[in-house]
């Protein structure tokens, strides 16, 4: 019978028994070890990794063709375009008969938020700047859902051009009942000393003074039951070193439709915001390298970005009153499997 004696270590059967074990679990952990390291070069699970594809029809996948644009950048230039039509999405009347005004309406997302807008039974607006050919394509697609479309361009960054453009709203359609804040500027660039006071300028006067002058104008005619949504962004929530402007404006963005929910909720106006990540919109390849675009969208955990008709839907949700009728000072993350806070 093995003893353990003072200060000695175990001996007999069961110290053999023991090391056995231990031999036994350490060339196991090591077989698990090697295992795990051939899985990670393999791309985690054996296989490469791929864009996850979640929807009813496959959406594209990176790499994009490397391809470039002069800003404000044209939707029918691209390559793939972007998709808009949702072919999927059924419409049931949630917007039935419901005027809505969406800037930066003409391409993108607000492209698609116009189609899933007029599916669901509502007449659109279309703010733009001059991306006249883009604007028409809208045009046709939103009427040919069989509702009205009016196209209206201009200049955000003034603001009596945005009460010009809710009062033609008005006039032509006859009254106004959702306000999609959509239009944005963004350059990329490596720190704060590249960005002129004129960039900056124009950043902060088409990402967060437009919206403010359009929300202001739209306000003479919303009434109980109305909607504004703004258009966040995940750079709001993360920040972004090389969008040190677009960034802060996303941020004010969030701030303001928290702060103006607060101030309207009285008055039966809800305000929300939807912050997405990467999308495939003119907005990319008007400002980034083409070396980066055939990436854009890989750094998320569904590693491709989003289309237009991926996020079109949550801005129906935070519209419809039937949908949402609870809802107010929220910013919805549409994120492609990143899990982070609404900021």
């Known amino acids: 019978m093995a003893v353990k004696k003072k200060g000695a270590r175990w001996s007999g059967a069961k110290k053999s028994g023991s090391a056995a074990a231990g031999k036994s679990k350490a060339e196991s952990d090591r077989r698990l070890q090697r295992e795990a390291q051939r899985r990670k070069k393999a791309g985690g699970n054996g296989r490469q990794e791929r864009a996850v594809q979640a929807g009813e029809r496959k959406q594209p996948e990176p790499p994009q063709p490397k391809q470039h644009q002069q800003k404000p950048g044209l939707e029918s230039g691209m390559e793939p375009r972007p998709e808009y039509l949702a072919p999927d999405y059924r419409g049931s009347g949630k917007l039935e008969d419901r005027i809505a005004l969406i800037t930066g309406g003409d391409s993108g997302i607000g492209r698609a938020v116009a189609v899933l807008f007029a599916r669901e039974g509502a007449d659109v607006a279309i703010v733009y700047l001059s991306e006249d050919e883009d604007a028409e394509e809208t045009k046709r697609a939103v009427e040919g859902e069989g509702r009205r479309a009016l196209l209206i361009p201009g200049d955000v960054t ?125 907005l990319n390849p008007a400002d980034q390298d083409p070396e980066k675009i055939e990436k854009f969208g890989t750094d998320v955990p569904m590693k491709r970005p989003a289309q237009p008709e991926e996020v079109a839907p949550a801005y129906v949700f935070l519209a419809a009153p039937v949908c949402s009728s609870y809802i107010t000072g929220e910013v919805l993350p549409v994120l492609g499997g990143e899990t982070v806070g609404s900021g």
């Open 158 to 282: 003034d603001s009596s051009f945005c009460e010009e453009a809710v009062e033609t709203t008005a006039r032509e359609l006859g009254g106004l009942d959702i306000l999609v804040n959509n239009a944005a500027y963004q350059e990329h660039l490596p720190s704060l000393e590249d960005i002129t006071d004129e960039q900056l300028d124009r950043t902060f006067r088409t990402n967060i003074y437009g919206y403010f002058f359009m929300a202001r104008a739209a306000l003479k005619h919303l009434k109980e039951g109305s909607a504004i949504i703004n258009s966040g962004s995940v750079t709001g929530i993360q920040g972004s070193k090389e969008l040190l402007d677009y960034a802060s404006t996303k941020g004010a963005i969030h701030a303001f439709t928290k702060s103006l929910a607060q101030n309207l909720v009285e008055r039966g106006i809800r305000v929300n915001a939807v912050a997405p990540g990467p999308v495939w919109t003119p």
